[in-house]
Structure formats: C-alpha cells, structure tokens
C-alpha cells in the first residue's frame, strides 16, 4: 500500500479471514456479509472461491474503531 498523504496503508487496517462451507449460497453468503458489515464495521476485502465450493473471505475494517464486536464464526 501507498504512504503518500491521503491514502491509507495496511496498518491502519485490521483483517479477520472467513471461511464459508460449499452449501452456503451465494445469497446467504452476501447476507452474512451484510450482518458483519452493518453491526461490526467490517468491510469486503477480498474472496477465493475454491473448486469445492468453499469461500475463503477476508473481511477489514480501520484500526480505529474500538468498540465493535468480533464477527461470528
């Protein structure tokens, strides 16, 4: 990531990884995406999908948010 003023870099970031079982559906995935999003102030940062289905997702927020709850696993 970039240091240049204005930008954010990969410390001012915390990231928490998910894994999400082949026989969730891609929209009960997005809706439990939407449930950490919404109470917990994680953002979508990136997702592998594997042949066998299973989702990999890494889920981020900023540093300075205290206070927010852990996302449930």
């Known amino acids: 990531m970039s240091t240049l003023e204005g930008t954010t870099t ?3 970031w915390e990231y928490r990884p998910l894994r999400l079982p082949p026989g969730i559906t891609r929209l009960s995935a997005a809706t439990q995406l ?3 999003a919404e ?3 994680w953002e979508l ?6 042949s066998d289905g299973t989702r990999k997702i890494w889920l ?10 852990e996302p449930l696993t």
């Not at 940062?45 to 594997?50: C, K, Q, W």
């Not at 981020?60 to 709850?69: A, E, V």
């Open 45 to 50: 940062s990136r997702v592998l999908l594997y």
């Open 34 to 36: 939407s449930i950490h």
């Open 39 to 41: 109470f917990a102030g």
């Open 10 to 12: 990969d410390t001012d």
């Open 60 to 69: 981020r927020r900023k540093r300075n948010t205290p206070g927010l709850p």
